[in-house]
């Protein structure tokens, strides 16, 4: 199962999926939570309008999985999973030493972010090209 692999491994974001939208799974190495700790970060919808998979809450013993705070950053519908992805670039590129819990509430037209959102761009145009 691909949780665990995430779980057990070195990566520190995932981009996963349920009900049709997308949304960013990351450890927590700093801030708020206990190193090792998960959270999500919703690029649209929040906590209250999500019912969280309890395969997340199994997998990683937790009885449930912090929500990040945070203003809408999808722009419309199927957006989701192009936020997502910046978003765990983000945190993936604070993960060496830094807070990965601070690069989950970061702007997105700060810092990396830029690059990650023309990375993400950029593969959405070599997908489209190979269709």
Known sequence: MRLIAFRDGHDTSAVVVWGGHARVLF??????LE??????????????????????????????????????EQCNERSCTYVALAR???????????????????DMRTGIGPYAIAIVKLLTIAREAAQ
């Open 88 to 106: 765990a670039l983000v945190i993936a590129a604070a993960s060496g030493g830094h807070d990965t819990w601070n690069a989950a509430h970061t």
């Open 35 to 72: 190193p090792m700790r998960i959270a999500i970060v919703d690029p649209w919808k929040p906590r209250e309008k999500v019912k969280i998979p309890h395969v997340l809450k199994d997998v990683f013993n937790v009885k449930d999985v912090p929500w990040v705070k945070r203003a809408t």
């Open 27 to 32: 450890k927590v190495t700093a801030g708020p």
